[in-house]
């Protein structure tokens, strides 16, 4: 399997993550990131909407654990103060990402992370594109990377 991660971070700690090719859409019961707000046109923040589903996947019966991204591209902000940086996977997640699926990082000077999976079990990652700010980065001193 090829996995065009193009710069982005996967913040891994512990656990068991796997990445696997897409489904063209999710099967059985799932949440949508849309109908928490996500709105995937490359404009708005869409980190906390994300979240939100995520949150709920892992505890609602009726999400079964699975969160469906559809085609589009969804601005994360990895660079969120405190120790939570990105989007927190919970444990016994399915994110499903559609092809044409992109989480991409909202450009930093500071270290992030897109996903992370921090002390989880049972996760899996199918799909999507996962894109960082390697062009747009600006290390200390003004420099980019």
């Known amino acids: 399997m090829t996995r065009a991660l193009r710069g982005a971070c996967l913040a891994l700690a512990a656990g068991l993550v796997m990445l696997r090719p897409a489904l063209a859409t999710p099967g059985g019961c799932y949440v949508n990131v849309r109908d ?16 939100a589903a995520i949150d709920s996947a892992s505890t609602s019966p009726l999400a079964c654990g699975t969160v469906y991204i559809p085609s589009g591209t969804y601005l994360i902000r990895g660079d969120t103060l405190g120790t939570r940086k990105g989007i927190l996977l919970r444990s016994n997640l399915t994110l499903e990402m559609a092809p044409g699926a992109v989480l991409q990082v909202l450009p930093t000077n500071v270290t992030y992370a897109i996903l992370r999976a921090d002390s989880v ?4 990652i199918r799909g999507g594109t996962l894109v960082g700010d390697r062009y747009q980065h600006a290390a200390l001193g003004g420099s980019r990377l």
Do not use: E, L, Y
């Open 36 to 51: 928490f707000g996500a709105r995937g046109d490359g404009t708005g923040n869409d980190t906390a909407p994300i979240q």
């Open 121 to 124: 079990d049972n996760v899996v």
